[in-house]
């Protein structure tokens, strides 16, 4: 059956640096456009990272939130999905979740699109 599982989150201060990893399986991952959105207490989900099947380029899309400072990545050998967080601030602790869609191999930032979902991580920036 199709999995989704996030990993990597954690407690880091102000400016540090966090990798997250979600592993897929039960599903053709590489015809999957992937996703990671966040959601912080009292909050509503946002997507905040996505990027596309290699056959439509590959292309990533970030938040304006993150841009500049947090980095998505895929490896279709490994069925594995990243997100490297670098500058971190309070404002990102958050639980983030992975998510996969199948439609055309293009990825959105809207959590609608996503019919699949990992179950979380939690990152937590504090000094």
């Known amino acids: 059956h199709l999995q989704l599982v996030e990993s990597g989150g954690g407690l880091v201060q102000p400016g540090g640096s966090l990798r997250l990893s979600c592993a897929a399986s039960?599903?053709?991952?590489?015809?999957?456009?992937m996703a990671w959105f966040r959601q912080a207490p009292g909050k509503e989900r946002e997507g905040i990272s996505c990027i596309e099947i290699a056959r439509s380029g590959g292309h990533t899309h970030y938040a304006d939130s993150v841009k500049g400072r947090f980095t998505i990545s895929r490896d279709d050998a490994k069925n594995m999905v990243y997100l490297e967080m670098n500058s971190l601030k309070p404002d990102d602790t958050a639980v983030y979740y992975c998510?996969?869609?199948?439609?055309?191999?293009?990825?959105?930032?809207?959590?609608?699109?996503?019919?699949?979902w990992g179950q979380g991580t939690s990152a937590t920036v504090s000094s």
């Open positions: 998510a996969a869609v199948g439609l055309f191999g293009l990825c959105f930032l809207s959590s609608g699109h996503y019919p699949w």
């Open positions: 039960g599903f053709e991952f590489e015809y999957h456009a």
